[in-house]
């Protein structure tokens, strides 16, 4: 008979693509909690790498490359892989579009429901209907909902977020380096670039009350662009805004321009090369709330 295990056993939960429906299962359940540590499930416990554990937990589907090189890397640092759940095992509610003789049998059905194949690429509303209005933002505010339905006349939307941000500019503070984001403690009524926050709000279009400014967080640009480069390139862009960095800072222009291209601002920022068109017509300032 083997001795008995006093050590709690260290395991991890990788979520490929999925719901998070097995995740919230797992923690509905209590019995494990004194019998086995958690070191990873990025559902509950922030966390960039999985360590090395007895036992990892995979749940969802192997949809992107992504999830292919997240498998790969964190099977390497387990002593045991479990597959968790239909999506784990079968791939799910998002394969079935994928399999033949699924779409075999609901095809055969005279009142059909059409199981939808995941396109290759995720694309943008106007790249196949017509739009008449654009609301930019992440999400947009409660008042730019309401001025997109009621479109009231005498409604403006801000320049720039920079206009409704408040913070002070000013010429005799002149960071060297970058700040991190979470780093430092933020002077309230001081403009985040005159800190050392990367705030691209002098580049972004207005309309949502500085709201992440404000309280000292560095605008990301979920507005897109403003005006004055909504018809520009993305190329354009990065010159503007590292002109505003070489104008307020002393930080080396190589670092603003690692810092822009990051993988932080990635989501947000490359919008911008979306309003100018490439395989279709840019997108014009006036439809843009």
Same mark, same amino acid.
């Given at each position: ?112 429901? @059409?199981?939808?194949?995941?396109? %290759? ?55 060297? @380096?970058?700040?991190?984001?979470? @780093? ?32 000292? @967080? ?44 990051? %993988? ?16 279709? %017509?840019?997108? %014009? ?5």
């Amino acid at each position: 008979m083997s001795e008995e295990r006093t050590a709690p056993l260290r395991f991890a939960v990788l979520q490929l693509s999925g719901c998070a429906g097995c995740e919230v299962s797992l923690l509905n359940a209590s019995e494990w909690v004194d019998k086995h540590r958690l070191l990873y499930m990025p559902l509950v416990i922030s966390a960039y790498d999985i360590p090395e554990v007895d036992i990892l937990l995979v749940s969802g589907g192997i949809r992107t490359d992504d999830d292919l090189y997240n498998l790969r890397r964190a099977v390497s640092r387990a002593k045991q892989v479990i597959a968790v759940g239909t999506c784990a095992i079968s791939g799910g509610v998002a394969n079935l579009g994928d399999r033949d003789e699924v779409r075999a049998l609901f095809m055969a059905q005279a009142e059909r429901r @059409h199981l939808p194949r995941l396109l %290759p690429k995720c694309r943008p509303v106007d790249a196949v209907v017509n739009v008449d209005l654009y609301l930019p933002g992440c999400p947009p505010t409660p008042e730019l909902f309401m001025a997109a339905l009621f479109r009231p006349p005498d409604f403006k939307v801000g320049r720039i977020v920079c206009a409704e941000c408040g913070r002070k500019k000013l010429k005799d503070m002149r960071p060297k @380096h970058l700040r991190g984001i979470e @780093h430092g403690q933020v002077l309230s009524d001081i403009c985040l670039v005159n800190q050392g926050y990367l705030c691209v709000g002098t580049s972004v279009r207005g309309g949502c009350r500085a709201l992440c400014t404000r309280p000292g @967080h560095p605008c990301v640009g979920c507005r897109g662009p403003s005006d004055a480069l909504i018809e520009g390139s993305s190329a354009a862009w990065f010159s503007t805004i590292s002109r505003v960095f070489a104008s307020m800072t002393d930080i080396p222009p190589e670092e603003i321009d690692a810092a822009l291209r990051s %993988p932080q601002l990635s989501l947000f920022l490359f919008q911008f090369s979306d309003y100018a068109g490439g395989d279709r %017509p840019p997108r %014009p300032k006036e439809k843009v709330l």
